[in-house]
């Protein structure tokens, strides 16, 4: 089994400073992570993803993440907030065959970003 | 431009009258995947399919039926909608299932009100 932990579920930074989204996930298997943003009455949009390649993966609007094994995390960083970036943040964790939803994805319960100005 | 399109974006019905929610993507993308949104509890998926005619519950799928009759159409059915599925519905589609790598793009959702 897998699962997905967002160890806040609102993270509150003024608009210049630091962003930092905690995940933690565990899985049995080799897992594909990714971060999704969903801004209000709007869908989920794909932000970055890590498959096992670099550990360090760039994603869009100047977010990163880092894939740390030995932590079992994938914390979403941005160096400088941005009022546009508040909006609610999921992390997501697929191992297809290793259940969590019926294609092995597990969603975390999210984030609320918000940004002060 | 690649995308998935759901319609209604907003509904609000009595209980039991029969909908539908349409999802329709231009990706030509084998997988697609309806979820439901609800606060606290993060997305849950509904139904899934692999690919055409090919169709399986997911985690909540009592109340629900879908068809995938067409690669590009997913329609998901409520033929008696009761109080507790009033939610916010997403319909996903990607190029492999469980998104392998390749991730999923989302439609821009459903908000359904039963009263």
């Known amino acids: 089994a897998q699962s997905v932990t967002q160890l806040d579920s609102h993270v509150s930074v003024s608009e210049g400073t630091p962003v930092l989204l905690r995940c933690n996930y565990s899985s049995s298997y080799s897992p594909s992570l990714f971060w999704y943003v969903q801004h209000p009455n709007k869908g989920l949009q794909l932000l970055l993803k890590y498959t096992s390649a670099a550990t360090l993966v760039k994603g869009i609007n100047g977010f990163e993440a880092e894939f740390k094994k030995s932590e079992t995390s994938f914390h979403l960083t941005k160096p400088s907030a941005h009022m546009s970036d508040a909006a609610e943040y999921f992390c997501?964790?697929?191992?297809?065959?290793?259940?969590?939803?019926?294609?092995?994805?597990?969603f975390g319960k999210g984030t609320h970003l918000i940004i002060q100005p | 431009e690649a995308q998935v399109t759901q319609n209604p974006r907003y509904l609000i019905t009595v209980t039991g009258k029969k909908l539908t929610v349409t999802c329709s993507q231009n990706?030509?993308?084998?997988?697609m995947s309806w979820y439901r949104q609800d606060p606290g509890l993060g997305l849950r998926q509904i139904y899934y399919?692999?690919?055409?005619?090919?169709?399986d519950k997911g985690d909540v799928p009592e109340g629900y039926k879908v068809s995938r009759k067409e690669k590009r159409n997913f329609p998901l059915i409520l033929e008696s909608p009761s109080p507790n599925q009033t939610s916010l519905y997403f319909c996903?589609?990607?190029?492999?299932?469980?998104?392998?790598?390749?991730?999923?793009?989302f439609g821009s959702g459903t908000r359904l009100t039963v009263v």
């Open positions: 997501v964790v697929t191992a297809p065959g290793s259940g969590g939803g019926a294609d092995g994805l597990t």
């Open positions: 996903a589609s990607s190029s492999r299932l469980g998104g392998a790598g390749y991730g999923y793009t």
């Open positions: 990706m030509n993308h084998e997988y």
């Open positions: 399919s692999m690919n055409v005619e090919v169709t």
